[in-house]
């Protein structure tokens, strides 16, 4: 199980996985690749040299800065191999998660419900090796901005939007909707040609039918959604005791 499994959290599911494209492992060892041309040339020109220059202090030094170029260069190589395998983009249905670091771990995600856009940008290389950057657009300062050389990018980009549409269809399913705006209260007047009462007061307005009643188990369902959207900071604490006491008031 990876990291990113164990920050999953009650009902939520992972739908994709994505890594950077294997050429990032390539661009950061790429001084341990020179380390070890360096080494391999250092160690040809030694090999060349007389046998008492090779036994002499110059060819010391020169076997053992072959040496150090090899244990660095492989241990440099492998640092960033560790990197690269720790590394991953995951998509679930409820937000999008970025796992990295070898023995410090940092994971960075951002809510489906907050990411307004995402803006692909692919180079001609890009296109020939399928990778490309991932810039998301979220609503909140926090949270993931860029994917840099991610593998299959179009492929996410879909998956992520997929998921996007998928969590607010279950929001609506879950019966919360954003309430009305809020009305300044308009005072009534008497216009010429309107009849009063007898009082001066204006007829009272019909009462609106009172709501029908509700069943037991989907107000069940529809609070252990909204609780689940309040947990995971989609809605506020407010919000959700206002919609619990209007669902309250329909038994």
């Known amino acids: 199980m990876s990291y990113a499994d164990g920050l999953l959290s009650t009902g939520e599911r992972i739908s994709y996985r994505n890594k950077q494209h294997p050429f990032v492992f390539i661009w950061g ?16 020109f030694r090999s060349g040299l007389g046998p008492d220059t090779a036994s002499g202090i110059f060819g010391q030094l020169l076997g ?23 590394q991953e983009y995951v998509l679930t249905n409820r ?14 995600d951002s809510s489906l419900e907050k990411i307004n856009d995402a ?45 996007k549409h998928e969590f607010e ?15 300044e209260a308009v005072p009534t007047s ?13 007829s009272p307005t019909p009462s609106a039918p009172p709501a029908p009643k509700a069943d037991p188990d989907e107000v069940t369902r529809t609070l252990a959604n909204l609780a689940d959207l309040r947990d995971r900071g989609a809605i506020t604490p407010e919000e ?3 919609k619990k006491a209007d669902l309250l008031s329909r038994l």
């Open 190 to 202: 008497t216009a010429a040609g309107t009849p009063a009462t007898a009082t001066g007061t204006s």
């Open 95 to 108: 937000r999008v998660i970025q796992v990295e670091g070898v023995l410090n771990r940092n994971s960075t």
């Open 169 to 183: 269809v279950d929001m609506e399913r879950s019966g919360w909707q954003p309430g009305p705006p809020i009305r």
């Open 29 to 44: 060892a790429r001084y341990a690749i020179l380390a070890g041309i360096i080494a391999l040339v250092a160690l040809w």
């Open 240 to 242: 959700y005791e206002l």
């Open 119 to 163: 803006v692909l940008t692919q180079s001609v290389f890009g296109r020939m090796f399928d990778y490309g950057d991932l810039t998301v657009l979220t609503a909140s300062e926090a949270g993931i901005d860029k994917m840099h050389m991610l593998r299959k990018p179009i492929a996410f980009k879909k998956a992520m939007l997929d998921a």
């Open 64 to 86: 053992w800065v072959v040496l150090a170029l090899f244990i660095g260069g492989i241990a440099v190589a492998v640092w960033t191999a560790l990197r690269y395998i720790n």
